[in-house]
């Protein structure tokens, strides 16, 4: 079954413990990314990657990190989370090399204290 | 600051009632305009996209879009909505030749029985 899988699906942790929420799709796609969303406030992009070994910033990438050494994965690194990364994670492909047909996560409930 | 706009955060409808979501944006230029729905509990799935071509575009479920260049706007339409259509309605937008994906703050739309 095609599907962009994310892991964990729910994580409670302290100020400043990194942590890592893994992506990784089957569908062969070229193109990852990652949002929050926050009420209110919708999605917003953090990073996206082209291919592997290509990654750029989206809108709002302070405080993560990303990394895309194989096609399939894209995980997120928060290094030092804060209270204001509590948030709804979603990481999604699309075939094409860009931002279209997107395939969506289940996402990663993230709560920081 | 470009943006994307939906209005009427909150939208409560009877079954069989008529349906439409506004979305207005800031980019200049050619775009990739998309709807995504995120019905409860499910990940965030293309209800359709305009890349070119006939401005008015079908999606699934009944839904269809309007592109109007002039107005920066591409609404989202259902003539008769049924329950299963209570839901989370973003706009994205894909500036041409960009690779990020802009969305709007969502619309939460509750279709009543």
């Given at each position: 079954e095609a599907q962009v899988t994310q892991n964990p699906r729910y994580l409670i942790t302290v100020t400043g413990k990194k942590l890592t929420v893994t992506c990784s799709q089957?569908?062969?796609?070229e193109y990852m990314s990652w949002y929050r969303q926050d009420p209110g406030l919708g999605l917003r992009q953090i990073y996206y990657s082209m291919n592997v070994e290509v990654t750029d910033k989206g809108d709002v990438p302070e405080g993560y990190k990303v990394s895309r050494k194989e096609k399939r994965n894209f995980p997120l690194i928060l290094e030092s989370p804060s209270p204001n990364q509590t948030s709804l994670y979603f990481c999604a492909s699309s075939f094409?090399?860009?931002?279209?047909?997107q395939y969506f996560g289940p996402g990663t409930r993230l709560t920081v204290t | 600051a470009q943006s994307v706009s939906q209005h009427n955060h909150h939208v409560i409808l009877s079954e069989a009632a008529s349906l439409e979501l506004g979305c207005n944006y800031s980019y200049g230029g050619t775009v990739n305009l998309f709807w995504y729905v995120q019905y409860p509990g499910q990940h965030l799935q293309l209800l359709l996209k305009y890349f070119?071509?006939?401005p008015l575009v079908k999606g699934i479920k009944g839904f269809e879009a309007e592109f109007i260049k002039s107005k920066f706007s591409f609404n989202l339409r259902k003539p008769s909505v049924q329950w299963s259509d209570t839901a989370e309605y973003f706009c994205a937008v894909n500036p041409y030749g960009n690779n990020r994906l802009a969305f709007g703050k969502g619309n939460q739309v509750v279709v009543i029985p």
């Amino acid at each position: 079954e095609a599907q962009v899988t994310q892991n964990p699906r729910y994580l409670i942790t302290v100020t400043g413990k990194k942590l890592t929420v893994t992506c990784s799709q089957n569908m062969n796609h070229e193109y990852m990314s990652w949002y929050r969303q926050d009420p209110g406030l919708g999605l917003r992009q953090i990073y996206y990657s082209m291919n592997v070994e290509v990654t750029d910033k989206g809108d709002v990438p302070e405080g993560y990190k990303v990394s895309r050494k194989e096609k399939r994965n894209f995980p997120l690194i928060l290094e030092s989370p804060s209270p204001n990364q509590t948030s709804l994670y979603f990481c999604a492909s699309s075939f094409t090399g860009g931002p279209y047909e997107q395939y969506f996560g289940p996402g990663t409930r993230l709560t920081v204290t | 600051a470009q943006s994307v706009s939906q209005h009427n955060h909150h939208v409560i409808l009877s079954e069989a009632a008529s349906l439409e979501l506004g979305c207005n944006y800031s980019y200049g230029g050619t775009v990739n305009l998309f709807w995504y729905v995120q019905y409860p509990g499910q990940h965030l799935q293309l209800l359709l996209k305009y890349f070119s071509g006939d401005p008015l575009v079908k999606g699934i479920k009944g839904f269809e879009a309007e592109f109007i260049k002039s107005k920066f706007s591409f609404n989202l339409r259902k003539p008769s909505v049924q329950w299963s259509d209570t839901a989370e309605y973003f706009c994205a937008v894909n500036p041409y030749g960009n690779n990020r994906l802009a969305f709007g703050k969502g619309n939460q739309v509750v279709v009543i029985p």
